[in-house]
């Protein structure tokens, strides 16, 4: 019998399921599919509308719960990765190009900077090019 949401029973609690570890083939599991085709089940929900909306419901309400509680956010994370990027930066030697690099990397990837996703039709709108140089120390 399908509820509100126009889900099964077994669908919502996929739903539910999922959002403790975002991990589809465990959250069929948990929500009694077969282990044998929970892979392939797991799959077959995430491409389901319905269930996706009560995924996504559920995301909005825990990331606003991780908010409330926290005090992390979007522009928290976007802001403690540029500190990251400036320490590694400001290393007189340059050990630390790799974290500056990973730290660039995660705020070109944050959904509010987009840096990464290159839309044809905008050509170069939305993928910048960034060059950086890494310069090596010279022997004292």
Avoid at 36 to 62: P, S
Avoid at 65 to 90: F, H, P
Wanted: contains cysteine.
């Amino acid at each position: 019998m399908a509820t509100k949401t126009n889900l099964t029973p077994r669908q919502e609690r996929f739903a539910e399921e999922f959002l403790v570890d975002f991990n589809a083939t465990q959250a069929a599991i948990r929500s009694g599919y077969s282990s044998k085709g929970a892979k392939v089940q797991g799959h077959r929900l995430l491409t389901n509308d319905n269930v996706m909306k009560v995924i996504q419901a559920g995301r909005e309400k825990l990331s606003k719960k991780v908010e409330k509680e926290s005090g992390i956010n979007a522009n928290w994370v976007l802001t403690e990765q540029r500190k990251v990027y400036d320490r590694c930066m400001t290393d007189a030697d340059f050990k630390q190009a790799a974290g500056a690099n990973k730290a660039l990397e995660t705020i070109g990837k944050h959904k509010a900077v987009d840096a990464f996703n290159k839309d044809e039709d905008e050509g170069r709108d939305k993928a910048q090019e960034l060059t950086i140089v890494v310069v090596s120390p010279q022997p004292r």
